[in-house]
């Protein structure tokens, strides 16, 4: 079943109802069918997120920012992002509406993220972090696990955390909650 929580984990939709009923075998064939579909119909993004990355080396930020935040979706940004890399990831990540850098950083693994925020400049960085904690606390945490502690000290001055433990029992994020405490005191 974990095979195919990671492959619904990768769509953010819940399970079907439908495949719970099925047997062991029966879901890995579904999940090697959608794994299958999925590669046939991005054959080729690679290479064509490589492609936009390295164009965009060469056109000026003012023009390109404009395009992304209009025409690129932000799970195409994202791919696009990690073909840049993190240092040219930043220098767009500072530049772009805070609303569409949002979204673009639901589509960028947590780790790649929090070395882009890093190296943010700091009132970017403070102000996305505040937004996520808004709107989008439980990724933000995600992503606070792989922060620095500087970086985990501006979460930290922004978050409100449950109160009593018995809130945490259970919680995924236990963790990355109690080193924040720490760094409330």
Request: charged content about 25%; hydrophobic content about 45%.
């Amino acid at each position: 079943m974990s095979d195919l929580n990671e492959t619904l984990a990768l769509a953010g939709i819940p399970l079907p109802e439908v495949l719970a009923q099925l047997s062991d075998k029966q879901r890995d064939d579904v999940v090697s069918w959608a794994k299958n579909l999925v590669s046939q119909q991005t054959e080729g993004f690679d290479e064509l997120f490589h492609a936009i990355s390295m164009i965009v080396k060469y056109i000026p930020h003012f023009i390109v920012i404009p395009l992304m935040v209009d025409h690129i979706k932000p799970r195409i940004a994202a791919g696009v992002c990690y073909k840049m890399g993190v240092d040219q990831a930043t220098g767009y990540a500072n530049d772009l509406p805070l609303d569409y850098f949002a979204e673009v950083s639901k589509h960028i693994e947590s780790g790649m993220l929090a070395q882009i925020l890093a190296k943010m400049k700091k009132h970017n960085a403070e102000k996305f972090i505040h937004f996520e904690l808004q709107h989008h606390l439980n990724h933000m945490l995600d992503v606070a696990g792989h922060l620095d502690e500087r970086m985990l000290e501006i979460v930290a001055k922004h978050v409100t955390l449950p109160e009593h433990e018995d809130d945490l029992i259970k919680h995924p994020h236990t963790e990355i909650i109690e080193k924040i405490r720490a760094l409330q005191k």
